[in-house]
Nanobody, 123 residues
Framework: VQLQASGGGLVQTGGSLRLSCAAS????????MAWFRQAPGKEREFVGG????????KYADSVKGRFTISRDDAKNTMSLQMNSLRPEDTAVYYC?????????????????WGQGTQVTVSS
């Protein structure tokens, strides 16, 4: 199973970016997928996640109302639409997948990880 994250870049405060995570692999079976981020010197933190069997999504309080997660079943992709970006959103963003039917908040609960994509928000 492979996860490929893309879409990061440099944006000004208040701007928008859209990240994508493409899942591949003949035996790919995922019940939940999520985005995490890690800023320099900080621990990896949960951003938001979605259950593959439904559109149920969960978000960290810090991004609620600004970020939206969606998924495309046919393409096995998950997206993260980020609006009203702030300098504190600057981090490497990772997508992750779990075989458990839930959206865990802990990174250790996820079975598969993408390589990460850099998001930089300038002030």
């Amino acid at each position: 199973v492979q996860l490929q994250a893309s879409g990061g870049g440099l944006v000004q405060t208040g701007g928008s970016l859209r990240l994508s995570c493409a899942a591949s692999g003949r035996s790919f079976i995922s019940k939940g997928m999520a985005w995490f981020r890690q800023a320099p010197g900080k621990e990896r933190e949960f951003v938001g996640g979605i259950l593959w069997s439904s559109h149920t999504a969960k978000y960290a309080d810090s991004v609620k109302g600004r970020f939206t997660i969606s998924r495309d079943d046919a393409k096995n992709t998950m997206s993260l639409q980020m609006n009203s970006l702030r300098p504190e959103d600057t981090a490497v963003y990772y997508c992750a997948a779990t075989r458990v039917l839930s959206i865990p908040l802990l990174a250790s609960a996820y079975d598969y990880w993408g390589q990460g994509t850099q998001v930089t928000v300038s002030s």
